[in-house]
């Protein structure tokens, strides 16, 4: 193995905060409060958690442990665990799924390119709720305005790829991910200190489980696998340059932790604001662009200078969050032509860039000019949405826990979890019945429950 010759990351702190950099993205303060929202609130959060508990920590230890014994991108895993089999098709799958968030995502983040313009021009300035909905739906809808930024996004993204491992994610990481931290807990200050938000906050903390049925758990397992950057072999791939004394128990809480505290601080800034000027919970994936701004229009509205120093730097660290992540998405593609197809990461960080520029240009149209074109009634936005975040992230997901608990030799699995004797442990025993038998069953059920497989 090629232990000495791959990258590492630097320190404790630098491997915590990158796959917390992967983790915490647009996944935490865009995707979980649209998708609470649509699923009802407090109901969808408490089986959310669930997920993490039970299913997101588990496989992500699997994940990392993956990583780090074979010492390859999650394209390569597997062929170094389980020579010689099939295996090899869930870190493909990974791959595949990988490229595809990339690329939907992306738009996504070029929105917040967008949205810090215009911050910074201060646009937001003397608007009302509806206005701030309309200018949305115009951005958005605009064929031109969304494709630059999120050609610009997918370049910033490239550029740091290129640079390697410990340069780039690393050292972004360290300085953006505190700094976001404490913006967040200002902006839930304010947000339920507005008037009226007591609905959201209600709206966050009792649940009504009459709204709960199977694609309410289809909802929140996917949220997880993809907030917590799984599934698809990201944090197995970022395991490979881990050190060897790296603790994966305790890193895997602690990401685990620090992305459950920021989408539930999230939730906490979108929904008092949402309710509090009459924003609709279930508005899909415009609604942190739309409340967002009545936040900063309204809580500082007898400080202009603070609404301003606010929604700019807002902004900008929502488009650090989201970068962090798409670096991670786009290192396990890139990883996986360099390792597997012997490509210079350089070239294989374009080709990587060049394809998801060209999917995010579909992902983007649909959203305005392609709107009508649908498949199972989702425009192309939605249907990579739910493709991957529905069903490839819990799919991989399945198939790691099967790998790792049945397949996968126990010395190994002991030896990563211990490192070699030298940690306690004692979570061996529940982390192998958890991946055998309950992470299995579960996202087995919530499959055929929802998918109707079986129907
Ligand atoms: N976890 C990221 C977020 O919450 O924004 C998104 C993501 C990153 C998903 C990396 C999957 C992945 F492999």
């Given amino acids: 193995m090629t232990k000495n010759k791959r990258a590492n990351f630097g320190s404790k702190l630098g491997v915590i905060l990158a796959s917390a950099g992967s983790a915490v993205g647009l996944g935490n303060i865009w995707r979980f409060p649209y998708e609470t929202g649509n699923h009802g609130g407090a109901a969808f959060i408490l089986i959310y958690l669930g997920c993490i508990i039970l299913l997101g920590l588990p496989i992500m230890i699997s994940e990392f442990l993956i990583g780090r014994h074979s010492q390859k991108s999650t394209g390569g895993a597997y062929s170094v665990l389980a020579p010689g089999t099939q295996w090899k098709w869930v870190g493909r799958m990974g791959v595949l799924a990988g490229f595809l968030i990339l690329s939907y995502y992306s738009v996504v983040a070029g929105w917040t390119l967008e949205y810090i313009f215009e911050a910074v021009t201060n646009s937001f300035s003397g608007k009302s709720a509806n206005d701030f909905i309309d200018s949305f739906n115009s951005f958005s809808g605009n064929p031109w305005k969304p494709l630059i930024w999120l050609v610009l996004f997918l370049l910033a993204t490239h550029f740091i790829i290129v640079k390697g491992v410990e340069k780039g994610i690393e050292k972004s990481s ?135 120093i606010f929604s700019v730097m807002f902004y900008v660290l929502l488009a650090v969050a989201a970068l962090t992540s798409t670096i991670s998405m786009h290192e396990v593609v890139t990883a996986y032509l360099h390792e597997e197809f012997k490509l210079t990461r350089g070239r294989a960080a374009t080709l990587v860039t060049s394809g998801c520029i060209f999917l995010g240009i579909f992902c983007s149209l649909s959203m305005g000019a392609t709107k009508e074109y649908t498949l199972f009634g989702l425009n192309t936005f939605d249907l990579f949405d739910f493709v991957t975040a529905k069903i490839m992230l819990p799919l991989g997901g399945l198939l790691i826990s099967i790998f790792t608990g049945w397949y996968l030799d126990k010395k190994i699995v002991k030896s990563e979890i211990t490192n070699n004797g030298q940690l306690k442990g004692s979570i061996y025993v529940y982390l192998i019945f958890i991946l055998k038998y309950i992470a299995p069953v579960a996202i087995s059920f919530i499959f055929i429950n929802e998918l109707g497989f079986l129907k």
């Fill in 174 to 308: 360290k300085i953006m991910m505190p700094a976001l931290f404490i913006l967040i807990i200002i902006l839930v200050g304010c947000s339920v200190s507005l008037p009226g938000a007591e609905k959201g906050i209600e709206f966050l903390l009792k649940p009504d489980f009459s709204k709960v049925n199977g694609e309410v758990f289809l909802g929140a397992m996917g949220q997880a696998f993809f907030s917590l950057s799984l599934g698809m072999g990201c944090l197995s791939t970022y395991a490979s340059y881990f050190g060897k004394n790296t603790n994966l128990t305790k890193t895997a809480f602690s990401v685990g932790i620090i992305d459950t505290i920021v989408a539930i601080m999230a939730g906490f800034i979108i929904f008092p604001a949402a309710f509090s000027v009459g924003i609709q919970p279930d508005a899909g994936p415009s609604l942190i662009f739309i409340t967002l701004p009545n936040v900063f229009q309204q809580a500082f509205s007898g400080a202009p200078v603070l609404a301003y």
